[in-house]
């Protein structure tokens, strides 16, 4: 492996089934990140974690949960699923807990399409 | 609010410069970053600018000015491989980035 795995690269989802997003580094980066991108939208954070064992909201977090349980995976759930949760899912992570001045590094991406 | 603003759309001929505009208003600045994305890709990291001024890598060069709220990404000696998406970011007082929707750089032979 190397930088940022995602699993799975695209999923067809029923309304209200449980799904979870798999992501993989092997960097060693401290943090870590979840954003989804929307067609004519910016990239919008939904959680994010700073180190293992925290995790904290972004800036659209209703309806997914995540966990930090050792540094290299961070997974996204996403309980009941809704339309509206469809989209391209994408997994970052930088070197240490302050976002504001590390670069980014992002995995390939998970397109996510709920019916 | 926080926003940031990009034109939606810019189309260029090969071998030519263009410039793509990044204006913001967030609530506290510690750096503006800009990423490349292919279409179906992952994006990637280009630059980062915290102080005013030019900074240059190659043919890829970026622009800030704090006081205006105002960064730029100039692309010299375009090639068709920088057809791509453009994306500024600002990372705001809780250093947390905030994303522009992206530019999407059309080159034509």
């Known amino acids: 492996i190397a930088g940022i795995t995602q699993a799975p690269t695209s999923q067809i989802l029923a309304a209200g089934r449980r799904m979870t997003l798999r992501c993989t580094q092997d960097?060693?980066?401290?943090?870590m990140y979840w954003y989804r991108q929307d067609l004519g939208l910016g990239l919008r954070l939904i959680h994010y974690?700073?180190?293992?064992?925290?995790?904290g909201k972004g800036e659209v977090p209703d309806g997914y949960s995540v966990s930090r349980a050792n540094t290299d995976d961070f997974p996204l759930t996403l309980a009941s699923a809704v339309p509206s949760q469809t989209s391209v899912y994408f997994c970052a992570s930088s070197p240490t807990g302050t976002s504001g001045t590390d670069t980014q590094y992002f995995g390939p991406g998970t397109r996510l399409t709920v019916l | 609010g926080q926003n940031i603003d990009q034109p939606t759309e810019m189309t260029a001929t090969e071998g030519a410069i263009v410039q793509i505009n990044c204006t913001y208003q967030t609530s506290g600045f510690n750096g503006l970053f800009w990423y490349q994305q292919h279409a179906g890709e992952a994006p990637t990291f280009l630059s980062y600018?915290?102080l005013d001024g030019l900074e240059e890598k190659g043919r890829f060069s970026s622009f800030l000015s704090r006081s205006k709220g105002y960064s730029y990404l100039l692309l010299k000696e375009l090639q068709m491989k920088d057809s791509a998406s453009y994306l500024c970011a600002v990372s705001d007082s809780n250093y947390q980035l905030i994303w522009g929707a992206g530019t999407k750089l059309i080159i034509k032979p």
């Open positions: 974690s700073n180190t293992a064992g925290t995790t």
């Open positions: 960097m060693r980066h401290n943090a």
């Open positions: 600018n915290v």
